[in-house]
């Protein structure tokens, strides 16, 4: 066991030397296929470093805090502002609308051209809008320390644009801060409005369906079981009257007849001269007749009243009152003559007599006229009554059925109101809260750290520009020494060559040149390439203090490069 | 310590005996000598195996001796006068093995030459195609340099032919005319003897490849001219190293393989694809051509010591 581990050790231990010579070989006999590929790919790589857009970065640190008072008025729920203003800030800060608003009154980016009205041409406008998505994308915000009711956070903006980097940053900051602040006040007037909204919605519907109830109500009177029918009074005064009138008509009848009678007598002498206190005497208005029909009219327009303006029922007290009033009235009236007799003194001569009883017989006869000239007005108004019964009896009788009807509408107005009612009183506390908050009593925001000039890029870095580009040279390097390692499929060793063909290998020959052929070779090894490599380590040094420079001093860059002669007097000055 | 110097130093004697006998043998024309006692390879074959060993074991120490001592270090042990027997040879820089014998790449062919010749123990002739599997991987550089190495051993008959028809890198190595060369010959247009060029090293000669003019490469290797020449060439000498076009581009080296006895691969390092070295191994393979072995060419030092450091480290 131990003999076979070692001999496995021992296998293990040439392998790896054996793949540590081959490597060694192949580095040792490949290198300037390395270093040549390196120090010109990472000499291209380092100057076209150059050209990289370098990318500057600025930052600003605020706080933002919810205002207690306004939190615990509004309510606990009402930190869903302030919530929301942390979760969209991202949203606030990137909108390219807010972005290109700033960059338009920056008059950014520069040397746009325009049209002679002053409008951007569309190129300009897809330049600014290209800019703006660059600073959107750029900028980024960092929490450095959070709770329910306060933030610090950092705004930071990676732009190419140093110059303007701060100012940009800057504005967008100010903006962003006082869209924060009428956040809540755009939260407060988005609700109201929403329930202003839905109350106007209420109320129109309202108000139609009220349109629709009052038609009802003027189509068909008393279709409302709720509301004392105006009719109902009309109804009983007509009847009452009719009543009246028909007692009344046989009360005149009556009377007629019997004056009738009474006239006949007294041509016929061989009756008694009767009495006017016992014939026809003459009569007059019944005053307290007329007093109570006036207490009649008094109640009912009182009753009307009460049960359509003050929505009385037939159960209230005032109304079962009126109700009690009218009809002691109506047994009053009933049993109160209309008229009564008027007693005068009778002449006591003859002539006085006869002249009397003449003035007395065209008094009957005038009499007799009136009282058919009131039977007739009597019967008239009798004939119109019994219309307008029969005309309200109709009227009635449609409002009955169209009562159903109304009734539905009747509801759908009480759920309106009952709605409306509902946002009129959601309103109120949010006028309140946002009167609040026109005293600036919502989300305070305080400076912790203003934008500061930036002078040197953040990307890219000096490290990864290195670490990049000599990776590439060295990769590139790499695989180019693999890479001819590999497509050269001559035989490399003698012990190779007997290996593969399987033959004995009889001798290896070294290779005969001729003493030119030495020369430039010589030449070749110990000047040439030696000199080239030289030269291309020093243009990979070059490259490297001007990508150096770049990034880590643009300032002695730019001097560099703007005047070459400074160049020099830098390396010089560095040496 | 002592063996050992005495070894290298009885070594170096037998050396110097070889080329001198080799000069003398080279003060006759080497076609006359080949084709007048037609015996030489019987004569070398004759030499005993041990002494065979014997003289490969001095040139692997000299060989060791010179990589330790490592390029310059290794040709500043020049042996200066006397024992540098080569005369005047203008060739190609690139015959580093003619230039600069001590160096340490000659000592690399050296390692070569030994372990060809270990390998045939019994003195057999051999007929080898060096080949590669595309072209400049240094073929025609590892056939002049290994002719030449093997000619420093001066009893064997060494003979370096181009059958590369399209390249004719060979004649332009040695700085001999191309033509008249094999194609001549396998045209009929002229003799073995005629085409045969010598060097000063007296045991080496180079047959050129010629000027195919209206036949193609192919059909004058396919036709039986070929196989009788390469018979006859082979009768001649103890060792023939034939320079081939690669197998990636031509079909040649099939039928030249098949008249040589075997087969060496010249791969050049960090350089040639390894499939393609593959492929044309199984492709030989596959016409049953008989591939010896492989040379490394153009490794870095460190590689030579690697392989040195794994084949013979427990020599040591």
């Known amino acids: 066991m131990m003999n076979m581990q070692n001999h496995l050790e021992e296998f293990s231990v040439t392998d790896v030397r054996h793949t540590l010579g081959e490597v060694w070989r192949v580095v040792c006999s490949r290198r300037w296929y390395f270093v040549f590929p390196f120090c010109t790919v990472s000499t291209i790589a380092l100057l076209c470093s150059l050209w990289v857009p370098r990318q500057y970065a600025g930052s600003t640190v605020i706080k933002r805090e919810h205002d207690p008072v306004f939190a615990s008025m509004a309510g606990e729920n009402w930190t869903q502002p302030y919530n929301e203003i942390r979760q969209r800030m991202n949203q606030d800060l990137k909108d390219l609308s807010v972005i290109e608003q700033i960059l338009e009154d920056m008059k950014l980016p520069e040397g746009l051209e325009s049209f002679a009205n002053g409008e951007l041409t569309p190129m300009s406008i897809a330049a600014r809008q290209a800019f703006a998505a660059e600073i959107a994308a750029g900028l980024k915000t960092t929490p450095l320390e959070t709770s329910p009711q306060r933030d610090v956070i950092s705004i930071g903006l990676t732009l190419s644009d140093a110059e303007h980097l701060p100012d940009i940053l800057q504005r967008i900051r100010d903006r962003y801060i006082s869209t924060a602040r009428s956040k809540t006040t755009k939260v407060l007037r988005e609700v109201e409005q929403f329930f202003q909204s839905e109350s106007d919605r209420c109320r129109s519907q309202l108000a139609e369906v009220q349109k629709q109830l009052l038609e009802y109500e003027l189509q068909y009177p008393g279709i409302d079981p709720e509301v004392t029918d105006k009719s109902r009074a009309e109804d009983a005064a007509l009847v009452v009257e009719r009543i009246q009138l028909e007692r009344t008509i046989a009360d005149l009848t009556e009377k007629r007849k019997a004056a009738a009678d009474k006239a006949a007598g007294s041509f016929n002498a061989s009756q008694p001269m009767v009495r006017p206190e016992d014939s026809l005497q003459p009569t007059g208005p019944n005053p307290r007749y007329a007093e109570i029909q006036r207490e009649i009219e008094k109640v009912l327009r009182e009753i009307t009243d009460g049960r359509t303006v003050r929505f009385m029922t037939e159960q209230h007290p005032v109304i079962q009152r009126l109700r009690t009033r009218l009809k002691s009235l109506q047994e009053e009236l009933s049993q109160t003559p209309p008229e009564q007799v008027i007693t005068a003194k009778l002449p006591a001569s003859p002539e006085a007599a006869r002249e009397a009883e003449e003035a007395a017989a065209r008094d009957r006869e005038q009499r007799l006229a009136d009282a058919d000239a009131k039977i007739g007005a009597a019967r008239g108004r009798q004939s119109e009554i019994e219309a307008q019964l029969k005309k309200l009896e109709e009227h009635r009788a449609l409002a009955v059925e169209h009562r159903q009807d109304y009734l539905k509408v009747k509801r759908e107005a009480g759920r309106l109101e009952n709605e409306l009612n509902a946002w009129a009183q959601n309103l109120g506390p949010i006028r309140h809260v946002m009167t609040v908050e026109d005293r600036d009593r919502t989300i305070h925001f305080t400076m912790i750290e203003d934008v500061r000039q930036v002078e040197k890029p953040v990307l890219p870095s000096i490290r990864n520009l290195m670490i990049i580009c000599f990776g590439i040279g060295l990769a590139v390097g790499a695989l180019t020494m693999l890479f001819v390692e590999l497509v050269d499929r001559s035989y490399r060793t003698v012990k190779q060559l007997g290996t593969s063909l399987g033959i004995p290998v009889i001798e290896g020959i070294d290779e005969i040149v001729s003493q030119a052929v030495a020369r430039k070779r010589m030449i070749r090894k110990y000047f040439l390439v030696p000199a080239a490599a030289v030269a291309a380590v020093s243009a990979m040094f070059l490259a490297t203090t001007l990508a150096y420079l770049s990034v880590e001093s643009p300032g002695a860059y730019e001097a560099l490069r703007s005047t070459p002669a400074h160049a020099y007097q830098f390396v010089i000055g560095a040496k | ?316």
């Open chain 2, 1 to 316: 310590m002592g063996r050992i110097a005495e070894a290298l130093k009885k070594a170096q004697l037998e050396r110097e005996h070889q080329i001198r006998v080799g000069l003398a043998e080279s003060t006759a024309p080497q076609a006359d000598r080949v084709s007048a006692t037609g015996e030489g390879p019987e004569e070398v074959c004759e030499i005993p195996s041990s002494r065979i060993s014997q003289i490969c074991s001095g040139l692997t120490r000299n060989r060791l001796t010179s990589i330790r001592g490592l390029g310059s270090a290794a040709t500043s042990r020049r042996p200066a006068g006397p024992a540098d027997p080569l005369p005047p040879w203008e060739v190609h820089p690139s015959l580093i093995c003619v230039n600069e014998r001590w160096s340490s790449i000659a000592e690399q062919y050296r390692a070569i030459r030994t372990w060809l010749l270990r390998r045939n123990t019994t003195g057999e002739h051999a007929c080898l195609a060096i080949t590669s599997s595309v072209q400049r991987e240094g073929k025609s550089v590892t056939t002049a340099n290994l002719a030449a190495i093997m000619a420093e051993v001066r009893h064997l008959n060494v003979l370096a032919v181009d059958c590369d028809f399209r390249g004719c890198s060979l004649s332009r190595l040695f700085m001999v005319p191309n033509s008249p060369g094999l194609a001549d010959v396998l045209t009929g247009r002229a003799t073995l003897a005629e085409t045969m060029v010598k060097t000063p090293l007296g045991n080496l000669a180079i047959l050129p490849a010629g000027q195919c003019q209206d036949r193609s490469p192919t059909e004058l290797l396919n036709s039986p001219m070929a196989a009788r020449v390469f018979d006859e060439i082979r009768e001649r000498h103890h060792y023939v190293l034939v320079d081939t076009p690669p197998v990636q581009r031509l079909s040649d080296v099939g039928v030249i393989g098949a008249l040589c006895s075997g087969i060496l691969m010249v791969v050049r390092m960090h350089r040639t694809p390894s499939n393609l070295v593959r492929q044309s191994l199984h492709w030989l393979q596959s016409n049953n051509l008989n591939v010896v072995g492989c040379i490394a060419a153009a490794c870095s030092p460190e590689d030579a010591r690697h392989l040195y450091s794994d084949s013979r480290n427990d020599d040591y």
